[in-house]
C-alpha cells in the first residue's frame, strides 16, 4: 500500500498548487533541495536565512521540505488543507521532485499531483479532525487516510455519536493538561513548592504564618484568623521530589499536631500503603495530598491566586465546545 501524506501549503500557494495540478513550498534561496541530504542540513540553511525565527518553526518548515523530496514517492497519496473554504483537497503523486524557479518563481519546489477530490472537514470525524489539524507535515495514520479516501466514494458514514466523540476528545485533552501543569509543578524547588501550598492555603479562606522553629518539619501553619484563637488550626508538612513518604515520616506530622489541631501531608512523590493506614488511624484528623490532588486543588483555585504565584504555574483558560 502506498503512504499518505498531509503537506501544510502556504494559501497562496495552494490555490495556484490546485490549479497547476502541484505541490508547491517555497524558499527558493535554499536552491534545490535535493543538495541537502537530510531535515538537519535543510535546518542549518533556513536558520541563515530567517535567525529571528524559532526553532519550532524551523522544525515545520524543514520537516515540510524534507517530506517534499525524500520522503513522498510517486503514488502516493497527499492532502492539503483551504483554510478559507474548510476543506481537504486529496491528490496523488504523478511526478518527482523537481525545482524549477522559472516555473514559479515564490514556490520552486514542486511536485506533479493529479487532485481528484476536495472534502469539506465538517464531515470527518471528530477524531480524524482532531488528528489533522494537530500535524503540519507529515505521514497520516491509515485509518485517517481510509476515512478521507472513502468520503471522496461517498461510502463513508461516521460511526461515532458527535457529543460523545467529543467529549471524549475532551477528556483526552484534560489529561494531557493535567500531566503538563504536574510537570510544570515538579520543576519547582522545594520553596517554591511552600509558597505555592501557603497560597493555596490562603486561597481556602486561611491565614498563613511562618512554622515556629520548634516545630521541627512544618513547612506552613495556617488559622481563620492568623492568631490561632479560633478552630482549626492546620499545620503543614511539604516533601518535594523526596520519595515515597513512608508511615514513620508521616508521623512526624503527627507529632506535631494538638488537640483540636488538622494536618495536611503534601507529597510530590505519593505516599505508600503504611503512610496511608497511618493517616486513617490518627487521632488527628490528616489530609494526604499528592500530586494528582495538588493539581486537583491548584485548579479549583488557581483564579484566586496571588499574582505571583500564577507566574510560578502560569495557566490559560481554553474554551471547549458545550455538550
Known amino acids: 500500500m502506498n503512504q499518505a501524506w498531509k503537506i501544510e501549503v502556504e494559501a497562496r500557494a495552494l490555490y495556484e498548487a490546485l490549479r497547476r495540478g502541484v505541490i508547491a513550498l517555497g524558499w527558493p534561496k535554499l536552491g534545490d533541495l535535493r543538495a541537502y541530504p537530510d531535515e538537519k542540513a535543510i535546518k542549518i540553511k533556513l ?38 473554504t474548510r476543506q481537504y483537497w486529496l491528490g496523488h503523486v504523478t511526478g518527482g521532485y523537481s525545482y524549477d524557479p522559472l516555473e514559479c518563481e515564490e514556490w520552486p519546489n514542486l511536485r506533479q499531483v493529479q487532485w481528484y477530490a476536495q472534502i469539506p472537514r465538517s464531515q470527518l470525524s471528530v477524531k480524524a479532525r482532531n488528528a489533522l489539524g494537530a500535524v503540519q507535515s507529515c505521514q497520516l495514520r491509515q ?11 461517498g461510502d463513508f458514514q461516521p460511526g461515532e455519536q458527535e457529543a460523545q466523540s467529543i467529549l471524549s476528545a475532551r477528556q483526552d485533552m484534560e489529561t494531557q493538561a493535567r500531566e503538563l501543569i504536574a510537570d510544570r509543578i515538579d520543576c519547582l524547588s522545594e520553596a517554591q513548592i511552600i509558597q505555592l501550598v501557603a497560597g493555596l492555603v490562603r486561597a481556602m479562606g486561611f491565614v498563613t504564618k511562618q512554622p515556629h522553629p520548634s516545630n521541627s518539619g512544618l513547612a506552613v501553619e495556617a488559622s481563620l484568623d492568623g492568631l ?27 507529632d506535631c499536631l494538638k488537640a483540636g489541631d488538622k494536618g495536611i501531608f503534601v507529597s510530590t512523590c505519593g505516599f505508600n500503603q503504611e503512610a496511608t493506614y497511618e493517616a486513617e488511624r490518627a487521632d488527628h484528623l490528616v489530609a ?21 504565584l500564577k507566574s510560578m504555574i502560569p495557566l490559560t483558560r481554553i474554551y471547549w465546545p458545550a455538550s
Open 47 to 84: 536558520s541563515e536565512y530567517t535567525p529571528q525565527h524559532k526553532e519550532s518553526m524551523l522544525d515545520t518548515w524543514a520537516s515540510a521540505l524534507k517530506t517534499l523530496t525524500h520522503d513522498i514517492k510517486v503514488g502516493d497519496a497527499v492532502v492539503v488543507y483551504d483554510h478559507k
Open 143 to 153: 485509518e485517517i487516510w481510509q476515512q478521507l479516501d472513502s468520503l471522496s466514494r
Open 288 to 308: 494526604l495530598m499528592d500530586m494528582d490532588q495538588l493539581v486537583d486543588i491548584l485548579l479549583v483555585h488557581y483564579e484566586s491566586l496571588d499574582l505571583e
Open 228 to 254: 490561632g484563637l479560633h478552630p482549626p488550626h492546620v499545620k503543614v508538612r511539604v516533601e518535594h521530589r523526596q520519595g515515597v513518604v513512608n508511615g514513620e515520616v508521616l508521623r512526624e506530622l503527627l
